[in-house]
């Protein structure tokens, strides 16, 4: 029997459990690193593995029209430990997988640590991995230590990790109402490049509009900081966008919302005010209203947003936030298979990648712990498919998102690569009918990429 060196795993959260347990499962031993109770958290109150710290939903397990649901069974068939705890002490919740928060932990942990290939050490990793750990996955969450925040921001050059992570809401393209807003960039800028010049969805604003919507930001309820928060000072360059309307009227209109260089193509002239949307993965299927970082709760930002003309029936992929949190620019440092680029024997994994929520976290926890694995077997990572919501968490971490302008992500139809699948007459499928298509496909999709896996394995 061959003896292969351990592959090291820094956190002990979801992702690292699901990281650490996928290793084991493919026959290689890991060694999972957890800091806590030698150092604790702001958040955290236990020293046990795979706490919750924030809700103990999973969101919707909704597998035909939702796209979280359709990941929870993608990992359930993958063989992820985080949703078979999940099922084993599942709570009442309507369609949403919600946990025994307790219940949850301890099944996760006493898991993981039953394995017999699985070692843990109750100790801070306080800087980049030894040398001699030759194939590390970090996977410490958005609250890593500040000593591994340190030397992660001094390896990669980056410097996004100390501020307040300022989330722009993300619109889905096809529900912004084109009859209202056109394309254009400021002065049609790039216009000399062909089919340059028109990168930006412009929704337009008469004073009226733009003054009763500088109210409404005004006295929209806002989310509060949590104690261990208050003291992280905004980036004075991405203030939240009801900061910015707390300095008085017109702040908006000569900042984000500033329409210069822009006229409305069917009055022929410029508008008041003006909110710009950004393409935001590469298919174009998400836009992200520029400069609307927030902190306003979801639901007055839904009401709120929907006063902007063109967008009264957008539908959202993610609401915007302001929180602390820790996270690397994936899209420019990571490479396919979630390795550092410059330096390659260390992956990634959970938050930390940019993505947003538990089952997404543990999502690529699973990822990044089967890629170790084949590796350290000496076969080449497999990716699963674009199609699938595995694939598509994978692809918009590592290069389906724009590096300039990368934010946390849920896990959303809208960054599936399209399908044209059309009913009886020939019409193309919209709304449920689509979204059940493009789960059935993912499907069928990730059951090939499985038995290919496996078929490699053997």
């Not at 960039?185 to 412009?202: C, L, M, T, W």
Request: proline share 6%; net charge neutral; aromatic share 6%.
């Amino acid at each position: 029997m061959t003896i292969h060196n351990p592959i090291h795993v820094i956190g002990g959260g979801l992702a690292g459990c699901e990281a650490a347990w996928q290793v084991a499962q493919a026959g290689v031993p890991v060694i999972l690193h957890e800091m806590r109770p030698t150092r604790m958290t702001e958040a955290h109150n236990t020293a046990g593995l795979a706490e919750l710290v924030c809700s103990n939903s999973f969101r919707s397990d909704d597998v035909d029209y939702n796209a979280v649901g359709l990941l929870h069974e993608e990992m359930r068939r993958a063989g992820s430990l985080i949703l078979n705890c999940g099922d084993a002490h599942r709570v009442p919740a309507g369609a949403a997988l919600a946990v025994d928060r307790e219940g949850f932990s301890k099944a996760v942990e006493q898991t993981v640590l039953g394995h017999k290939l699985v070692s843990l050490s109750r100790a801070e990793v306080p800087g980049l991995p030894p040398a001699d750990w030759d194939s590390v996955i970090i996977a410490t969450g958005p609250l890593t230590s500040p000593d591994l925040s340190q030397a992660i921001r001094a390896q990669t050059g980056e410097d996004s990790l100390a501020f307040f992570d300022a989330i722009a809401p993300i619109v889905h393209r096809d529900s912004i109402n084109m009859e209202v807003a056109w394309f254009q960039s400021r002065y049609d800028k790039g216009a000399e490049v062909p089919g340059g010049g028109a990168d930006y969805i412009n929704c337009p604003m008469t004073k009226e509009q733009y003054e009763n919507f500088v109210v409404a930001l005004q006295v929209g309820e806002k989310t509060e900081f949590k104690e261990w928060e208050k003291n992280t000072p905004y980036f004075e360059g991405c203030l939240p966008i009801e900061v910015m309307a707390e300095r008085g009227m017109d702040t908006l209109a000569y900042g984000p919302m500033k329409p210069v260089g822009l006229t409305d193509p069917r009055s022929g002239r410029r508008p008041h005010a003006v909110v710009q949307l950004r393409q935001d993965n590469t298919l174009g299927t998400l836009f992200n209203m520029v400069g609307f970082q927030t902190k306003l709760k979801h639901g007055e930002q839904t009401r709120i947003f929907r006063m902007i003309p063109g967008l009264e029936n957008a539908e959202f992929a993610r609401l915007g936030g302001i929180h602390r949190n820790t996270f690397i620019n994936s899209p420019k440092l990571l490479d396919a298979a979630l390795r550092l680029k410059s330096m390659p024997r260390i992956r990634f994994a959970g938050q930390i990648t940019g993505c947003e929520g538990y089952v997404e976290s543990a999502a690529v926890g699973l990822m990044a712990g089967r890629f170790a694995a084949a590796e350290r077997l000496g076969q080449a990572p497999s990716l699963p498919p674009l199609t699938t919501a595995l694939g598509a968490i994978l692809s918009h971490i590592t290069g389906g998102a724009k590096a300039e302008t990368f934010q946390p992500m849920n896990v959303n139809f809208g960054l599936f690569p399209d399908m044209d699948v059309r009913d009886i007459r020939g019409r193309a499928l919209k709304g449920r009918d689509r979204k059940k298509a493009m789960s059935a496909r993912a499907l069928a999709d990730l059951d090939a990429w499985l038995g290919l896996v496996r078929a490699a394995a053997e």
